[in-house]
């Protein structure tokens, strides 16, 4: 893969994160019409049904319910794809989504990933080193005296 498809790759894994990460929160507005018009390259028709698509994918996120964290990262996934997609097509969109994702994680603050758990487990001398955010449980112990 060339270095230039891995960048418009990495662009389009934070433009999925970005877009799925503002639903909930004040900012889905503008990154609702902004993904829109990325996609749509100026035809009003298919803005218009990017924001309808858009807004089904919103649907589907808030009546996951338990299922959040599973339908979180499969619209993250698919809207990658898209944007993968997007950017093969049209390379000179890059620009105008890196200024959208920055747009939108600058009102959303949605740069992460979403939650991520951790379960580390370190035994007799070894060592941990646990970076990051979310939910942690370390646990610290001998093979011979459990934890």
Do not use: K
């Not at 790759?9 to 433009?15: E, P, V």
């Not at 019409?33 to 309808?52: K, S, T, Y």
């Not at 379960?119 to 955010?133: K, M, N």
């Amino acid at each position: 893969m060339s270095m230039l498809a891995e960048a418009l790759g990495g662009l389009a894994a934070a433009g999925g994160t970005a877009l799925v990460g503002a639903v909930a929160t004040d900012g889905w507005h503008l990154a609702r019409r902004g993904f829109a018009r990325i996609f749509g390259r100026g035809d009003q028709g298919r803005i218009v049904a990017l924001e309808e698509r858009l807004e089904r994918t919103r649907a589907a996120l808030e009546a996951a319910g338990p299922d959040a964290a599973r339908v979180r990262l499969e619209q993250q996934a698919a809207w990658t794809a898209r944007l993968e997609d997007l950017l093969s097509d049209h390379p000179e969109a890059a620009e105008e989504l890196r200024a959208l994702v920055e747009q939108v994680v600058g009102a959303t603050g949605t740069s992460s990933a979403g939650d991520v758990v951790q379960h580390a487990i370190a035994l007799d001398y070894s060592q941990q080193i646990v970076q990051g955010h979310g939910h942690q449980t370390n646990v610290f112990g001998s093979r011979g005296g459990g934890a």
